[in-house]
């Protein structure tokens, strides 16, 4: 390509601004109405961005969704990946519990404390609730590595294996909590009778969800 044929830095700014866009309204339709029941030029308008934009930048709209689920997986490993990174409990029961309950906490500031999280959230719920392409991307991906983690810290915290039924099912049942309280955030606010969700009752959120951990490794701690 001729230096001439190059797009000028303030284009390349400006299609990286739309591709962006463009994903961040697919996230956020995809998860509300569904990847049938969305159409393109609802996508296009929503990013304020020219409906041929999407065939540009994705090829189309299964690309686009396919980009959604990346950018998703991306953005939650984003939060998990670095805390997960940086642990190693060199075996001690109670260092896994700790590293356990900081990425759950983790979790949980970002998925009460972020706006991008309403829509995140909605994205997951309603794009994993079906199997396909993206079910694969992000299970594969996100889901799987973090879990087969966060399994591994349970384990030891319990001294229960952590590849069995007790522990996967116990690390969803810990992290599924964390999903509720974003999905059911209208829920949540009207019957405590909270006009906002924020850093005081997000508090109160991860001090309940704490405890739950907490009762789990201790009902659950295998004994010698």
């Not at 601004?17 to 609802?42: C, D, I, W």
């Not at 356990?100 to 995140?120: N, S, Y």
């Amino acid at each position: 390509m001729s230096q001439a044929a190059k797009p000028s830095p303030n284009a390349a700014k400006a299609g990286d601004q739309t591709r962006a866009a463009l994903l961040m309204a697919g996230v956020r339709l995809f998860g509300t109405k569904g990847f049938e029941a969305t159409s393109t030029r609802e996508i296009a308008a929503a990013a304020d961005a020219n409906i041929a934009s999407i065939a540009y930048h994705f090829g189309g709209k299964e690309g686009l969704r396919l980009a959604c689920a990346e950018m998703v997986g991306s953005r939650i490993q984003s939060v998990v990946g670095p805390a997960l990174g940086a642990i190693d409990p060199k075996g001690d029961p109670g260092k896994a519990q700790e590293a356990f309950e900081r990425v759950i906490m983790g979790v949980t500031d970002f998925m009460l404390g972020q706006v991008e999280a309403r829509d995140i959230a909605g994205f997951m719920v309603r794009e994993l609730g079906a199997a396909g392409a993206v079910f694969d991307r992000v299970y594969t991906d996100f889901i799987l590595p973090v879990h087969r983690s966060l399994c591994v810290l349970l384990g030891l915290a319990t001294g229960q294996d952590p590849e069995s039924d007790l522990i996967r099912i116990g690390t969803f049942s810990i992290a599924g909590q964390v999903v509720y309280f974003r999905i059911g955030h209208a829920i949540v606010a009207r019957r405590m009778d909270w006009k906002t969700v924020g850093p005081e009752e997000v508090g109160a959120i991860k001090a309940v969800i704490l405890a739950n951990i907490r009762a789990f490794v201790e009902t659950n701690r295998k004994q010698e």
